[in-house]
RNA sequence: CGGGGUGUAGCGCAGCCAGGUAGCGCACCUGAAUGGGGUUCAGGUGGUCGGAGGUUCGAAUCCUCUCACCCCGACCA
């Protein structure tokens, strides 16, 4: 490919509206192009990359088993009210209506056609196991696009969906999709870890996801260096520092004028927040929740949903809180009556907390639990932080921030029940079919990928997802010579079936130094009166400082050895 | 949805407070010189000033409404 022919040209200056190093260089590069929130376009040498990385997944995928089929991205409504999953999605499932107003949604993901197609197809335990796979648009409209193509709103994704007969062949499925996942990652250059997940929306038991580690990550990882164990913040466990255990005394109230929040007491009252129970207060399906946790540990909002079994959990507001005959700042468990309690077991934790009063400017010291009040449920809902113990190996927690570019999940049975999803097994009994899924955003892979392999200079390309291996650069294109080479060079080595970009263009040296350090190409060969001078030319890794001067008639085939050995 | 910010040429920005013919840099076009890391000079093309309404002799500028985009939070496989 000509570079003067590319569509696409190369930015100097940053555009504003880009604050990640990857949506940066995506746009410098010429790669994408914003339409409007959350929605872009792909250039040709992001397409190219981009095709280059669903090539990988698919090899992947078929050594695995798996079959691609596609899909429908507009999807009748019916279907996820059948699922139950519409209202899970919320307001993020785009939705519109056809001519005769029937409501239809665009795909978010495909769980409930492929389980709707699958129960339709396969009726007998020989069908199974199945492996079935899409590699497709779909649409989410998320509240917040943020990050390039790290969070949007219209996206490439693979999906596999794995369909077995019972449990053990989904383990053996699932430990499949993790192994050809860490293939994947491994043949796009981008070291992932994995890490125990949420299930989120998607529900289902076992869940992992697949994170870049990355400071442009939207997601908490907390993660133990001496044994290895890792889990989403939404998910983690972990051993909170240990709390007051003395015996217990009897309740004591203490006057706290004007002192409200857990900093404000405990600087008042000269204890630890370690020492103390607050109150968070929250909407769960429109039920008043007051949970109660100590004080030195936040709420983590994922665990208490999902212990709730609630679609929508949001904090209560003022009045609502107030409706309740409760007085924030001073709020207390104890004899609560008619509204849902739920603890932290941290609550259990200790002795002799401080807790209010549930009167203007009152606390009382001395709080235990069971013996002063009751929850309706005692869980884990505690947010684990870093520099908590973990709970493998007690040693200190860590925290860092990833990008989700894989999600791999156990379903189950609860979509193909809904779905009406059965087989007849060799007992001629009729059973749901045990199912699995497995994604990755490709788009958001390719983000990843860039934000991990780059300099101050631009993008570096691995070289198996690169656009294009070779970009030639030919300096002083007036110089018959050089054009001459630079040409012959170019055509054959495109003739050697290799991609090759050729920067035709009369710059200047450092413009075309500068371009191709931006688009990364994993091979730079310049051809300039210099070098063909010594009967030369130059070949130079992206990755490396260091030029190798390679005679000009041995030049096509160095470069095809250099490319097969990388 | 709450908080903050920004909309002026393809990109980055100034002009707005104090109303008076829309500017600068990059990019692009023409020409010349130069040229191994965004070189220089000269000339040139390109703008519904996000949109609508209002005030005014006159609005990028003041007022009202509105839309879009970005950031933080909420939310989110």
Redesign the pocket.
Known sequence: MRLSQLFG????????????IS?QLM??AGMIR?L????YSYLPLALRSLHKIEDIIRDEMNKAGGQEICMPVLQPIELWEKSGRGA?????LFRLFDRKERELALG??HEEVITDLVGRSVQSYRDLPLLLYQIQT?F?D???????LV?VRE?V?K?LYSFDTDAEGLDINYQKMIAAYKNIFSRCGLPVIIIE??????GGKD?N?FMAVSEMG??EIIYCESCGKAANA?KAQSLKVKADNSSPLPMEEVATPGYKTIEEVCRFLKINPVNTLKAVFYMADNEFVFVCIRGDVDVN??KL?NMLHC?????ATEQEVAAEGIIAGFASPIGLKNVKIVADESVASGTNFVAGGNKNDLHIKNVNYPRDFKADIVADIALAAAGDGCTECSAKLLATRGV?VG?V?KLGTFLSEKMGAFYIDANGESKPIVMGCY???VGRLMAAIIDINHDD??IIWPQNIAPYQVYVCP?????TRVAEKAESLYKELENMGIEVLYDD??????????????LGIPL?I???????EKGCI?V?WRSEKK?ELVPVDEAAKKIQEMLTVK
């Open positions: 040209k190369t930015q100097r200056e940053i555009p504003a509206e880009a604050d990640t949506h746009l410098r914003q409007t929130a959350g929605v899970s999605f919320g307001q993020s978010p993901t779909k989410r998320e509240p917040r696009p943020r990050g390039g969070r996206f994704m999906d997940a949420d299930s989120g929306a998607i869940s996801e939207e997601d939404e909002e994922v949903k679609v929508d959990l949001r904090m989700e999600h999940f994604g990755i955003g200079k631009g300096l002083f294109l007036e110089d263009r009369s710059e200047s040296t450092g413009v075309k130094f500068n371009d191709a350090d931006l730079r310049t051809v300039s009166p210099r070098s063909l130059e130079k030029a």
